[in-house]
């Protein structure tokens, strides 16, 4: 019957290629998208990354998609969340009374669907959920919180992945680590490809408070060989540059956030395995400025402790590392230096006369 009903046509194996994981972390910062209203309100951004999201499923039918929303008080799953209120009967069952989609879904595709109404649905009630008071208290969006959850998921995922087809991976062999990097040195079987995709509005001065757990993920993705590419649609982000940069990824900063679509199609579409193949968009100036530990603001020059290489932007007080503890030698530091007054030159003079001879005259010439 596998001829007729082509059962194996959508089992896996070892010879098909792994299929790519995308979690995208949309950054949900009201502030943020209330400067965008004019150009591209955060419906129609919904909407793109909607069909940027279906476009990535329809590659590959074992692809698999993630949205993480990155808020001003926290960091929060739109897609896959599981939902403890589900209408049940009364023997604690599912109802099975039919779909609740609505008459206009019920020909589109099953996946396309469901990511579309969990991920519309739950940013409706993350925006439902968001105060007054949570939207005065801070500027900032939970970037790293984000970042922890995607990799989390990642992890996961990867894992599943490798326990279901672990046997069948070391028998094919592979050039891709397991977390999708493009390395090409590890033996191991291909594993699952997994790349990040950010969508920010938001500042990089917002940001400088969580640049500490921000660079550990960005060092988790770089060990890891998972790529981060980054949708900027208004501003620009230093810690995000270097995200982009420490991973391979992308770095894209939108003159026209209104071609959102077309940007996410073309630049971010394709993923590890294509792109060996792509020329992929470069960005030579890259800010490498770090953000101080003490005051947490992006710094051009610091001090930095010879322990724990904190960066501050101005000496400790007493000297005394404000990370490990440890008491810093700053030597004379802000001592003002000594001024030394300059010797006057003095004339020579010869015999109490300059030493400038004084010219003969010459004889007139006779006739």
């Not at 982000?237 to 982009?244: E, G, K, M, N, P």
């Amino acid at each position: 019957m596998n001829a007729v009903d082509a059962t194996e046509h959508y089992e896996t194996s070892a010879r098909d290629p792994a299929p790519s994981l995308l979690t995208v972390i949309l950054d949900t910062n009201p502030h943020a998208w209330a400067l965008l209203e004019n150009s591209l309100p955060l419906s129609k951004a919904i909407a793109n990354i909607l069909v940027f999201l279906n476009a990535h499923l329809a590659c590959n039918y074992a692809n698999e998609v993630a949205v993480v929303a990155s808020h001003n008080q926290k960091a929060a799953w739109l897609y896959p969340r599981v939902r403890q209120n589900t209408a049940s009967d009364t023997d604690g069952d599912a109802a099975m009374n039919g779909s609740s989609a609505e008459p206009g879904q019920v020909n589109k595709y099953r996946p396309f669907r469901i990511v579309e109404e969990q991920v519309t649905q739950n940013l409706r009630e993350l925006m439902e959920s968001t105060s007054g008071a949570d939207i005065q208290g801070t500027n900032s969006t939970m970037m790293a919180g984000a970042l922890t959850l995607a990799l989390s998921h990642i992890n996961r995922s990867s894992i599943a992945w490798a326990e279901a087809h672990g046997a069948d991976m070391a028998a094919a062999g592979g050039d891709v680590p397991p977390t999708g990097g493009s390395t090409g040195t590890d033996t191991m079987g291909e594993g699952l490809q997994s790349r990040i995709l950010i969508v920010s509005v938001s500042g990089a001065t917002d940001s400088a408070h969580q640049y500490i757990p921000i660079m550990n993920a960005i060092f988790a993705c770089q060990r890891l060989h998972i790529p981060i590419d980054v949708c900027k649609l208004s501003g620009d982000a230093v810690f995000l540059q270097q995200a982009s940069d420490a991973t391979k990824g992308v770095y894209m900063s939108l003159a026209e956030p209104q071609g959102l679509l077309q940007y996410l199609m073309m630049a971010f579409l394709p993923d590890q395995r294509s792109r060996r193949h792509l020329i992929l968009p470069t960005r030579v100036d890259v800010d490498f400025r770090a953000a101080c530990f003490c005051h947490r603001r992006v710094v051009d020059i610091g001090f930095v402790c010879s322990i724990c290489l904190s960066i501050f932007c101005e000496p400790p007080e007493n000297g005394d590392c404000l990370t490990c503890g440890t008491h810093l030698e700053m030597g004379d530091y802000g001592a003002k230096p000594a001024v030394v007054a300059r010797k006057k030159k003095k004339k020579k003079r010869v015999n109490g006369q300059s030493n400038t001879a004084t010219p003969t005259p010459t004889p007139t010439p006779g006739p």
